[in-house]
């Protein structure tokens, strides 16, 4: 995994200089100076003296050696110890803003941060110290918003304790801009708590980071990080290390966007993240946004386990798995789950298309072939993957051929022709769609079958496509002008018995004949309803002969679409002709690939269209009528229980304008960005000054920030742009330092 620069939200500059005098050891000392404490020789000899004494603004330099003083700390001066010596003192109590702590070795409690007036503490800095063998907790925050904790060791905790307590009462902001940064946490929480814990429920806070720690050896079922309360705004980055307990842990009441990215967690006793609450001592529930993009995580229960909230999950190496219990759809496209072949079927996690390499640096964008055989005859030349032309021959008693064919992990395989041979040459193509969708290749066989031998005429072998009847041998017929071939085969299915019915479904193309012809299918099936699915096998095919005339565009409907090419019109009936229009169980039609943008959907007159939504299994719920199933090869089955027109309706509507939020934080650019489609965005462009700079599948976006004018604009499936770019970001340059324009 990449490391990314550790940066913070903000910089905390010096306190300005406060007006006024201090007595300093009998002297007098202005404010912004320096007071010393040592055993002798210094200003003073002990640190609540030196406190005592000094101004606003003050530093006061602490020698090494050890202070048997618990400090109490009420304005804002800066405490330097020297941590290489070190400097011990048993603790730390700040009750007022603008303290900063800095260099010191805690013996006892640590830093212990209160008010106990109705208000928030800021612009308080803990860094550089060490927290050793504390019982209770190293160090507690409580209504502390705009905290750096930053660079601090926390080892060896005795007893029941934990490392940090982040918490708010119903103050607003208790908890806001705090940031743990860079800090290690070794055998630091024992209890079944977190390392860095913040609890900040009813404070309504908000812009909270953690980023750049490391953790390891917690114990008691202990997490790297908890959250509960707060209501926008988590980051949580670039930490590592191993926890006995869930690593990162929601407990209830996060809402708002929480964005998890770039951490390497591994959890020996729970999941990698945990998106729980609600079923732990009546914690509420989280609402949030949860964007997990860029980790290494692993779990011995999941790598993410999600029980509410909204998540999305993209670019991650996920070791143990995801299990959602939310009850609704996870995105977890585009991860690495530890295997070429993806991660199968998951309930509630759409997984397609998934990384094929451990480090997740890209979705597989190979459409070549592994292997290509015909069921008879044999190829010219032998295959290889990079040659896409053959010819085969096969006898006349071949009246058909079928391919086998494999591509590499996640690529989608199509095969058109070999299902019917004439005599003569034949096409057979194989279409081959990488994992990414952005690239595909077609292989070609040209089948000759060779004519018959003998005999007063040559005659040639047609089979129907059915499982339940026997292929039957006809006398061939002159192609007539515009005349489509390969019309549909009709079966009937064995009464009373459940079977599957395929029946080649060749409806006209849209591309010469003008908008599609509904080409019907007659099943005959006893009893008068279905009690067990049964399929049909629509496989549209080429024109004989174009039609003449111009091509006449696809027939525009509501919703953004026109219809397609793929009309099917389903008419059941019982043995004694009485229409069935209700089925017990579903009828399916089995379509070999959905083209980009393409919706399945229905109508009962062909000019008002419904779409079917799409299926996490394949499996109708009860109470139903429609669904639509994609299965792991790209293939498609549309279930529904009624009989009706069914096609495939191609999009015509661009995405909305997308919406973004945007962040820099240090040399990054960060985009949220929302953009809504009639059927699925895609992909966004991201655009510096009019020039593409990023192209990314993923909603949440981290780039390099550079002075300039940044927009988005989304893509859905179908290849359309959004008509209008995104609101312009503007992000300037002041000195070293990047911002955005007001």
């Given amino acids: 995994m990449r490391r990314r620069a550790k940066l913070g939200l903000r910089t905390f500059g010096a306190m300005a200089a406060v007006t006024g005098v201090a007595v300093v050891g009998g002297s007098v000392a202005r404010a912004g100076s320096t007071i010393t404490v040592c055993a002798s020789g210094c200003s003073q000899t002990t640190i609540q003296a030196a406190v005592d004494a000094a101004g606003s603004g003050d530093t006061i330099q602490v020698s ?17 110890g020297v941590q290489a010596g070190p400097t011990k003192v048993r603790s730390i109590t700040i009750t007022g803003s603008g303290v900063t702590v800095d260099g010191f070795t805690f013996t006892s409690s640590g830093v212990q941060v209160s008010v106990s007036s109705p208000t928030t503490l800021s612009g308080l800095v803990i860094r550089n110290n060490v927290f050793n063998g504390y019982s209770g907790t190293g160090l507690t925050t409580y209504d502390a918003g705009d905290i750096l904790v930053k660079g601090n060791t926390f080892s060896s905790a005795s007893g029941s304790a934990e490392a940090m307590q982040i918490r708010a009462s119903t103050v607003t902001g208790g908890c806001s801009g705090s940031q743990v940064l860079d800090n290690t946490f070794s055998s630091a929480t024992t209890n079944g708590s977190a390392d860095v814990n913040f609890s900040c429920t009813g404070s309504s806070s908000s812009d909270v980071t953690v980023s750049g720690n490391t953790t390891s050896g917690n114990s008691g079922g202990s997490s790297f990080a908890a959250f509960s309360g707060v209501t926008d705004g988590i980051e949580v980055s670039d930490n590592s290390g191993t926890t006995d307990g869930s690593s990162i ?44 993009s860029d980790n290494d995580l692993a779990g011995s229960s999941h790598a993410v386990y999600v029980l509410n909230g909204t998540v999305v999950a993209h670019g991650n190496k996920l070791s143990g798995g995801l299990g959602n219990d939310s009850g609704a759809t996870v995105d977890a496209t585009r991860n690495w789950w530890g295997a070429q072949a993806g991660p199968g079927t998951v309930t509630g996690v759409t997984t397609s298309p998934w990384c094929t390499n451990s480090t997740c640096g890209f979705t597989s964008d190979s459409a070549d072939l592994g292997s290509l055989s015909l069921s008879a005859g044999s190829l010219s030349p032998a295959f290889s993957a990079s040659t896409t032309s053959y010819a085969a021959t096969v006898d006349n008693a071949t009246s058909a051929v079928s391919v086998t064919a494999a591509a590499g992990p996640g690529a989608t395989v199509v095969t058109t022709g070999g299902s019917s041979l004439a005599v003569g040459a034949n096409t057979v193509e194989v279409t081959v769609t990488s994992l990414d969708g952005a690239h595909t290749k077609t292989y070609t066989v040209t089948v000759t079958r060779v004519a018959a031998s003998s005999g007063g005429g040559t005659t040639t072998t047609t089979a129907t496509s059915t499982t339940t009847t026997t292929p039957t041998t006809t006398t061939s017929q002159p192609t007539q002008a515009a005349t489509v071939v390969n019309q549909p085969q009709s079966a009937e299915a064995t009464p009373a018995t459940a079977g599957t019915v395929a029946v080649v479904v060749a409806p006209t193309s849209a591309g010469n004949a003008g908008p599609a012809v509904p080409v019907s299918v007659a099943l005959s099936w ?28 696809p027939k525009p409907v509501a919703g953004g679409f026109a219809v397609g090419s793929t009309v099917v019109q389903v008419q059941v009936t019982t043995e004694s002709g009485q229409a069935v229009t209700q089925f017990a169980a579903p009828l399916v039609l089995h379509v070999s690939a959905l083209a980009p943008g393409e919706v399945p959907a229905y109508s009962h007159d062909g000019s008002s269209w419904t779409t079917i939504p799409r299926l996490t299994s394949d499996e109708l719920p009860a109470g139903q009528a429609d669904g639509y199933f994609v299965n792991p090869d790209g293939s498609v089955d549309i279930l529904t229980r009624h009989a009706t027109l069914f096609g495939l309706l191609v999009d015509t509507q661009a995405p909305s304008r997308p919406t973004v939020h945007a962040r820099v934080t240090g040399t990054k650019l960060r985009l949220t960005i929302h953009a809504k ?13 009019g020039k593409l700079v990023k192209r990314t599948t993923h909603a949440y976006v981290v780039l390099p920030a550079h002075p300039g004018r940044y927009q988005v604009v989304a893509v859905d499936a179908a290849g359309h742009k959004s008509a209008r770019a995104s609101a312009p970001i503007r992000v300037m340059q002041s000195g070293r330092s990047l911002h955005l324009a007001g």
């Fill in 64 to 80: 090494a050696g050890t202070y048997a003083e618990d400090v109490t700390v009420a304005k804002p001066v800066t405490l330097e």
């Fill in 249 to 292: 842990f929601f407990w209830g009441a996060v809402s708002g966007t929480a964005t998890i990215e770039g951490n390497t967690l591994t959890s020996t006793g729970g999941s990698g993240v945990s998106i729980h609450g609600h079923d732990l001592n009546s914690d509420p529930v989280n609402t949030g946004t949860f964007t997990i």
């Fill in 526 to 553: 006893s009893p008068g309803a279905f009690t067990q699915p049964v399929t049909v096998q629509v496989s549209p095919q080429p024109e004989a002969a174009s039609a003449p005339g111009a091509p006449e565009a």
């Fill in 677 to 689: 489609d009639n059927v699925r965005v895609v992909s966004y462009q991201v655009r510096l000054d």
